[in-house]
């Protein structure tokens, strides 16, 4: 009777170890098994003993089974929850057999019930998926229509393209972040958001392609603008060189962007051929020049041995000594603007030397006008010309009121 029973295990033992059937025949085919294990124990007479240790044995694992069912039964429901209940009624069928007839029904009762249980809530939550699923349909919907309308926008410039760039990608992770959608509508759903996504960046390449075809007729003119600027930048014809440095300065910044790689080169290249040229403007219309810092040697020197000259006593010589080396200061030319000081110095020797000559006020001040126009003349400085005519000119006018007033005056006297 133990070698029976040890077949009956061996084949217990196979039957469990045997892969899966058609879920159709499952339970047939289970129930049959089922009743051929009954019968062997009731049939066979196999020894009470053995009977009633087996029995035992599948009572304590069902009971466990039981358990395990029930503490399932008091979760929150989840997929796992439910291969859990699965693999708990794989055991009970095919790893256990019988029990006594007395606790037979009550143990299937206590694990159906919680099994049912877990069904239960299985429906409740596929009914909140169906919901849930809907809102996700929606939610996707508005992400494709978003994506539509920035793919249908009329963008016109690389900014705002990037921008728009940026924040479909965000639609698009916000897009895989919402979870499943009915199955219904899972494919429709999917092709349209390929087909924004698609439309979208095909235009934005198409613009880009465009851009770099522009950038490079831009990176052309620019390199233009830098030759012009580079030919001029030692220029010393500020008159002419002035006017064209500010125009080109003025059309570079009216000329669009350049492939960015080579931005940084050609923007140093025409900015340090600019700022040479109006550094040196500036130099010049400070007199830095080397000719005025030369001027400046020379002058320094002259007004040096000029304080230890001699001045005639007769005023004739005298006049022609003042109109000698004031013809010869003037000769050095222009010094550098902040060492005007020293043209003050001379212009202050020759008053007081022309002082010592008992001449009228009227007469010093017209041999230092003299003087200062001979040195505007040999300097050749237009402006400061210019500059003595406008304020001529507003003498004239002031005297000219003057005159107008007292006549008015007198008029009325």
Known sequence: MAEIYKTFKTLQKKWRSTGAVPRLESNNLW????????????????????????????????????????????KPFTNKVFRELQTLHKMWKEELGPV?????????????????????????????????????????????????????????????????????????????????????????????????????????????????????????????????????????????????????????????????????????????????????????????????????????EFLKNLKEKEIPTNRTEALNLVKSITSEWNGFGRVPKDSKDIDAKFKKFIEKTLKGLDLSKEEIQNHVYESKLRDMFTSNDTRSFDYEQIQLRKKIDEITSEIRQLENNLQFF
């Open 100 to 300: 006594h007839k007395e606790h037979s029904e009550d143990t299937w009762k206590r694990f159906q019930d919680a099994t049912k249980i877990i069904h239960d809530k299985r429906l409740i939550y596929n009914a909140s998926l169906d919901e849930n699923y809907a809102k996700n349909l929606v939610e996707k919907q508005q992400i494709v229509s978003q994506i539509n309308a920035h793919a249908t926008m009329p963008y016109e410039t690389h900014k705002q393209f990037q921008q728009a760039s940026s924040t479909v990608q965000k639609l698009r992770d916000h897009y895989f972040e919402i979870g499943k959608v009915p199955a219904k509508d899972r494919d429709t759903l999917w092709e349209s958001f390929k087909d924004a996504t698609r439309t979208f960046n095909r235009n934005k390449n198409k613009y880009f392609k465009s851009q770099k075809k522009e950038q490079l007729e831009n990176l052309n003119k620019k390199k233009d603008l830098v030759r012009v600027a580079e030919e001029h930048m030692n220029s010393s014809d500020h008159q002419i060189v002035t006017p064209l440095m500010k125009r080109i300065q003025h059309e570079w910044k009216s000329i669009g962007q350049v492939p960015r790689k080579d931005n940084d080169k050609i923007w140093k290249q025409f900015k340090n051929a600019c700022n040479t040229y109006f550094e040196n403007l500036k130099k010049d219309r400070n007199g830095d020049t080397p000719e005025a810092i030369e001027a400046l040697k020379h002058k320094t």
């Open 31 to 74: 129930q049959t098994y089922h009743h051929h294990v009954e019968n062997f124990y009731t049939f066979l007479h196999l020894n009470r003993e053995f009977r009633d240790l087996d029995f035992k044995h599948n009572l304590d694992q069902k009971l466990k089974i039981i358990e395990l069912a029930e503490e399932l039964a008091t």
